[in-house]
């Protein structure tokens, strides 16, 4: 009788665990997070207001309108990279310009040239608190040449030939917060700020994104915004002191493709 009970009881046991080991099955390919790709090649109308220059005599204002930089630009790269779960994702963002700029004449410097090279490589992680924020954090690889060929005014009167150039690399490790709200999957929208530097590469740097968008179909969607980016980097002294304080920003139209 025993056997009986205890046989009875083995196959009710057998049989919910292979209705329950069924069921976790029939729901495993929904459970699983799926990893996605997202490729945004973008172009920026940008704006630059600040200063460069290298050791304490050669300093540079630059205030350039997109129109000025696109004259004189030579060459520009800039290409988003994000493969994300859900709940956890991983970015790249890389910008290149390669620019000259006339020098705005004051009462330091009366004309003169200044040619720019600037490498940006953003690499960040992030975590899903809520559907609707993630935090992060990353770096920012900066690499900027620049080259001064220039007049400056000699007292009391007359100007002076002055020429340098200088190259730099750092790396400022940053903090970051994303908004992210997608209505319908049809509609996008996407709020980026970030903050860095502390004195590990610049001073302080910081940045801001904002961007509404489109899904036209899964592979294509286009998104539009505004960004800023802003470096107070001002290390060494004598010849090797490097000055970078750059306000850079303007509207973004991105082209994206999911897969």
């Given at each position: 009788m025993k056997s009986r009970f205890f046989l009875i009881s083995a196959s009710c046991m057998l049989f919910w665990f292979c209705n329950s080991m069924n069921l976790v099955l029939a729901q495993a390919p929904d459970s699983v997070k799926k990893w996605h790709v997202l490729t945004d090649i973008y172009l920026m109308a940008p704006y630059m207001e600040g200063e460069t220059g290298v050791n304490d005599i050669i300093m540079a204002p630059v205030d350039a309108s997109p129109g000025d930089i696109f004259n004189k630009l030579q060459m520009a790269a800039m290409l988003y990279l994000e493969v994300q779960n859900g709940k956890w994702a991983v970015a790249s963002d890389l910008v290149y310009m390669s620019l000259n700029q006339d020098v705005t004449s004051g009462k330091i410097l009366y004309s003169g040239t200044v040619s720019a090279r600037e490498l940006i490589w953003e690499p960040a992680g992030f975590y899903r608190v809520f559907s609707f924020l993630e935090i992060g954090a990353g770096g920012r690889l900066n690499n900027i040449k620049t080259e001064t060929d220039a007049r400056r005014n000699v007292f009391p009167a007359g100007t002076e030939e002055i020429t340098g150039n200088h190259s730099k690399t750092w790396f400022d490790p940053i903090?970051?917060?994303?908004?992210?709200?997608?209505?319908?999957?049809k509609w996008l929208f996407q709020f980026r700020g970030d903050l860095g530097g502390f004195g590990v590469g610049?001073?302080?740097?910081?940045?801001?994104?904002?961007?509404?968008?489109?899904?036209?179909?899964?592979?294509?969607?286009?998104?539009?915004?505004?960004?800023?980016l802003s470096i107070d980097y001002d290390k060494g002294t004598d010849k090797e002191r490097f000055i970078y304080n750059m306000d850079t920003f303007g509207p973004v139209i991105r082209l994206g493709f999911n897969f």
């Open positions: 903090l970051i917060t994303r908004l992210t709200a997608d209505i319908n999957d610049s001073d302080f740097t910081w940045q801001l994104q904002a961007y509404a968008g489109y899904r036209f179909s899964k592979l294509f969607q286009v998104t539009a915004g505004y960004r800023i």
